[in-house]
């Protein structure tokens, strides 16, 4: 239900952006600005977020006067943005109007930093899955970009923040003859989370105008979890659930310990088992590898 309410709101705000998110959100749209991909007005649960590079985990909030009274609230969204892993920058509303070319100055050098940070937290710099490389170039090449920022709103009912396109089952979009045909490759075949996946992609369609739309599903090729975006598989870890990795290594999500041994094979959902870190006692879930 909240996660319904946030989606909701966001919408609105998109709707109603401010003179100075239409500015920014300009030089942001289309990956213009250092070819790099931004999403506005972004629910990460329970906030809804001005900008974010999902990617990079970079948040972007521009402030109007009235945050120097919601000093406190601020502090306390940013830490909790942070504690998932992101970096939060704010640039006051009279920034934009006189000095725009300075605040994308700034955020280049933003990006450039994030970008160094992240690497050097990891001691091998990942590849991207060729079978999640095919669906992205796919998508970039698509006529219909918009539809597809859409769906980017649309959401696995139990994965929570976790959006379709993320967990890799969004393959396709088309327009034919003005009805939209959205194709969906589902987890595993009788997946009872596509009835609800099938009403929210047209919902989220409906909602921006798109009348006629269509759902189709397919079972071939089978979805893997090489599907998946590293977006998505970050995500999973900040909301303490292990994700998957080909050697079928699991890690702790909370302290990052590989010292975990599986509970049971089944964990709240089929494709989903029951682990623990013998470190720090955590009990979470691992994603399996398929």
Not at 52 to 81: A, N, P, Y
Not at 205 to 217: M, P, Q, R, T
Request: proline content about 4%.
């Amino acid at each position: 239900m909240i996660q319904k309410l946030l989606k909701q709101r966001a919408k609105e705000l998109r709707t109603n952006q401010t003179e100075q998110e239409k500015k920014l959100w300009y030089q942001l749209r289309a990956s213009r600005f250092k070819n790099t991909k931004f999403y506005r007005q972004f629910v990460i649960e329970p906030y809804i977020v001005d900008f974010v590079q999902r990617d990079l985990k970079l948040i972007i909030e521009l402030d109007g006067g009235q945050h120097f009274e919601e000093k406190l609230k601020d502090e306390k969204r940013t830490k909790f943005l942070e504690g998932l892993g992101y970096e939060v920058i704010r640039f006051w509303n009279n920034e934009m109007d006189e000095n725009l070319n300075g605040v994308l100055d700034t955020l280049s050098l933003a990006l450039s930093r994030r970008e160094r940070e992240l690497k050097s937290k990891t001691k091998i710099i990942p590849t991207l899955a060729p079978e999640y490389a095919k669906r992205r170039a796919y998508r970039n090449d698509s006529a219909h970009q918009e539809i597809w920022d859409i769906l980017d709103s649309v959401y696995d009912p139990e994965l929570p923040g976790l959006t379709i396109w993320d967990l890799g089952i969004l393959q396709d979009v088309q327009l034919e003859d003005g009805t939209v045909v959205v194709t969906v490759t589902p987890t595993y075949s009788g997946c009872p989370a596509v009835d609800t996946i099938n009403q929210d992609v047209k919902q989220a369609l409906l909602n921006a105008g798109y009348e006629e739309v269509k759902l189709s599903i397919t079972l071939a090729p089978a979805w893997s979890t090489e599907m998946m975006s590293p977006a998505g598989k970050a995500h999973l870890k900040s909301i303490h659930i292990a994700p998957p990795n080909e050697a079928d290594e699991i890690v702790c999500p909370v302290c990052d310990s590989k010292e975990t041994k599986v509970i049971s094979q089944f964990g709240s959902t089929a494709c989903k088992s029951l682990c623990q870190c013998n470190k720090c006692s955590e009990v979470f879930d691992y994603f399996k590898h398929f």
